[in-house]
């Protein structure tokens, strides 16, 4: 994860730890873009293994907001149940500063993630 988010809205609770690498993987993080809003309604269909390959999201613009419109020829119906994701919490700010010294695949599991968090901070 060279570079990543500066800072992220997503939505979260129940995030199993054994998705992580794949969640990572799959995403790119390493080509994040600046900021994100992503909504746990406009993603509760996503299938997470083409999500970045079809959005290409580490060419989107500085502020970008995932729309229904924007997603709605993608099949992604299996996203959160990937991820165990059946309960959002408000929101998870992931900024760039804490996990400098911690790995992005251990991230989630020295943070428990599986438990509600108002602010996380992710590198």
Same mark, same amino acid.
């Given at each position: 994860?060279?570079?990543?988010?500066?800072?992220?809205?997503?939505?979260?609770?129940?995030?199993?730890?054994?998705?992580?690498?794949?969640?990572?993987?799959?995403?790119?993080?390493?080509?994040?873009?600046?900021?994100?809003?992503?909504?746990?309604?406009?993603?509760?269909?996503?299938?997470?293994?083409? &999500?970045?390959?079809? &959005?290409?999201?580490?060419?989107?613009?500085?502020? /970008?907001?995932?729309?229904?419109?924007?997603?709605?020829?993608?099949?992604?119906?299996?996203?959160?149940?990937?991820?165990?994701?059946?309960?959002?919490?408000?929101? /998870?700010?992931?900024?760039?500063?804490?996990?400098?010294?911690?790995?992005?695949?251990?991230?989630?599991?020295?943070?428990?993630?599986?438990?509600?968090?108002?602010? /996380?901070?992710?590198?």
């Amino acid at each position: 994860m060279k570079k990543v988010y500066h800072q992220c809205v997503f939505p979260y609770v129940l995030l199993n730890r054994n998705f992580v690498k794949i969640f990572w993987h799959k995403f790119h993080m390493q080509k994040g873009y600046r900021q994100c809003v992503v909504s746990y309604d406009l993603l509760n269909m996503i299938f997470v293994k083409i &999500f970045w390959s079809k &959005f290409h999201m580490q060419k989107v613009s500085h502020q /970008c907001v995932l729309s229904y419109d924007l997603l709605n020829w993608i099949y992604v119906k299996n996203f959160w149940s990937k991820f165990h994701m059946q309960k959002v919490s408000h929101q /998870c700010v992931l900024s760039y500063v804490l996990l400098n010294r911690i790995s992005g695949k251990n991230f989630w599991s020295k943070f428990h993630m599986q438990k509600f968090y108002r602010l /996380c901070v992710l590198s």
